[in-house]
């Protein structure tokens, strides 16, 4: 009776096993071919990080005089405009100061018009002295030559000739009247006098202080960090609220030294934020790479020179600004966190900008309109206080 033969269990076991792990050493294998092929062709093109946060200007608003708080027009979240007001101090001490400094500039045209007059005054007198001098010079003459004919006695040619050393002296003390009267508004109208100029500099400087009582936004956006509150006394420099213009932010991605090799000033960035996920992706480009790393700028840089150093890699911060277009779409906040991927793919940008700064790159013009106002008051208070003659030329 024939007996068919039954392999033994543990001889095919090691066959199934070998052939899976050379199943499996090929899957890595081709995964690792994969990887490589990926890294040549597309990986090393670019850079990215997960360190990377939103940041933006934060305008602090903060009063230009001393004051107490009356009134308080924007909060938290709040948006305003350019030149709103925010914040009312108590006008009433600036006030007075401005009525005061109207009316010191008011006395100075007036006492800056009494000297015109008292020039005209000088010389009608140092006109008149010199024809008393003219006819005493004239009398002299006459009384000499009859002295010499014995016409007239020598006593009577020494009293003519006192009167005329007594009209010479008149005449130079006349003299210097009218040039020490002169001095004060030689060259110069009323409104250009130094005494009036000078009057006219503290009424600007108290329009001024009272115009600034009432504290503008500098710029648009939205307000934050709101401290200030009625009734608070404040010194100039104190942090009443700040202003962030929405439209002015950036990303700062710090990336490690060694993926800094081949960024250049241009490259594009794509820029995603947790706050909208990967269904939001923002369009950057690097406008700025880091002179130092953080830990150099830090309060209290690491002193490396000991002797258990370690080494650490370093982070350097790139500014990398963000489309204005899709920033108003989809508007971020400062401190966000953001994920950034630099393209490699162009390098002809530089390292350092060659060029300077093209002028300012922000700037408000809100304050500009209470200086000329200032001016058009200072001439206004000048207008009034002159002549009528003056007045209607």
Do not use: C
């Not at 007059?117 to 005493?136: D, I, N």
């Not at 250009?192 to 009432?214: F, S």
């Amino acid at each position: 009776m024939n007996q068919t033969s039954v392999p033994a269990p543990g001889k095919t076991t090691p066959s199934r096993r070998r052939l899976l792990l050379r199943g499996l050493l090929l899957i890595v294998l081709v995964l690792l071919v994969l990887l490589g092929l990926w890294y040549l062709l597309d990986g090393r093109w670019f850079e990215n990080t997960d360190d990377a946060y939103v940041q933006g200007n934060q305008v602090q608003i903060t009063p230009l005089v001393a004051g107490t708080v009356v009134s308080v027009n924007a909060d938290d979240g709040m948006r305003v405009a350019r030149g709103q007001l925010l914040v009312q101090l108590d006008p009433a001490d600036t006030e007075v100061a401005l009525q005061q400094a109207s009316a010191n500039l008011a006395a100075a045209v007036r006492q800056v018009r009494g000297l015109y007059r008292s020039v005209e005054g000088a010389q009608a007198e140092l006109s008149a002295r010199q024809v008393a001098l003219q006819r005493a010079r004239a009398d002299f003459a006459r009384r000499k030559g009859l002295a010499a004919s014995g016409a007239i006695s020598h006593e009577e040619l020494a009293h003519a000739r006192d009167e005329l050393a007594a009209a010479e002296a008149a005449m130079a003390g006349s003299r210097q009247s009218y040039e020490r009267s002169s001095a004060l508004v030689d060259d110069t109208v009323i409104a250009t006098q130094p005494d009036v100029q000078a009057a006219a500099a503290q009424l600007r400087r108290a329009y001024l202080d009272h115009a600034r009582a009432g504290i503008v936004a500098p710029v648009s956006g939205y307000v934050a960090r709101r401290s200030v509150q009625v009734g608070q006394r404040v010194q100039p420099g104190t942090a009443l609220m700040a202003v962030v213009p929405i439209a002015q932010m950036w990303v700062e991605a710090n990336f490690k030294e060694n993926q800094l090799r081949h960024m250049r000033l241009g490259q594009a960035v794509a820029l995603r934020s947790d706050l909208y996920g990967g269904d939001v992706e923002y369009s950057g480009r690097i406008v700025s790479l880091g002179l130092g790393t953080g830990s150099a700028f830090s309060l209290l840089p690491a002193q490396n020179a000991s002797g258990n150093w370690i080494k650490i890699v370093q982070r350097v911060p790139v500014r990398i600004a963000i489309d204005a277009r899709q920033l108003a779409e989809h508007p971020l906040r400062i401190g966000l966190s953001m994920k950034a991927e630099v393209n490699l793919h162009d390098r002809s940008g530089a390292v350092l900008p060659a060029a300077t700064a093209p002028g300012p790159l922000f700037e408000t013009d809100v304050y500009s309109s209470q200086l000329q106002r200032a001016d058009e008051l200072i001439h206004q208070v000048i207008q009034r206080n002159l002549p009528l003659a003056d007045k209607a030329g």
